[in-house]
Nanobody, 124 residues
Framework: QVQLVESGGGSVEAGGSLRLSCVVV?????????VAWFRQAPDKVRERVAA???????SYADSVKGRFTISRDNANYTLYLQMNSLKPEDTATYYC?????????????????WGQGTQVTVSS
């Protein structure tokens, strides 16, 4: 059974940094999967923050470009999100996600696996 286990959330002041990690368990095609981070704030739609494909190409939401960096460690089935210069509007529950298609693109409708979420709170 595939599981995505996030860690690294917490509370920081504006301008601070956090690093999220996600261990992907039992996804044996991990190295050919697109993986991503999504977030959802209260009363808002879940949005994709960043994605990294099997070829290591990355994409970011405009709101986080230049501040967040997504990376992956295929040898350890791990996904990371380095978040710098955090703002109060980054406050949300952050979810690790994996596209269930071979060499997919992490389109929201193609996400087959989700983590349980980790809370990030940024105070002003």
């Amino acid at each position: 059974q595939v599981q995505l286990v996030e860690s690294g959330g917490g509370s920081v002041e504006a301008g601070g940094s956090l690093r999220l990690s996600c261990v992907v368990v039992s996804l044996y095609t991990y190295d050919s999967a697109c993986v991503a981070w999504f977030r959802q704030a209260p009363d808002k739609v879940r949005e994709r923050v960043a994605a990294i494909k099997a070829d290591y190409s990355t994409s970011y939401a405009d709101s986080v470009k230049g501040r967040f960096t997504i990376s992956r460690d295929n040898a350890n089935y791990t996904l990371y999100l380095q978040m710098n210069s955090l703002k109060p509007e980054d406050t949300a529950t952050y979810y690790c996600a994996a596209d269930s298609r071979y060499r997919g693109t992490c389109a929201t409708g193609s996400i087959g696996y989700w983590g349980q979420g980790t809370q990030v709170t940024v105070s002003s």
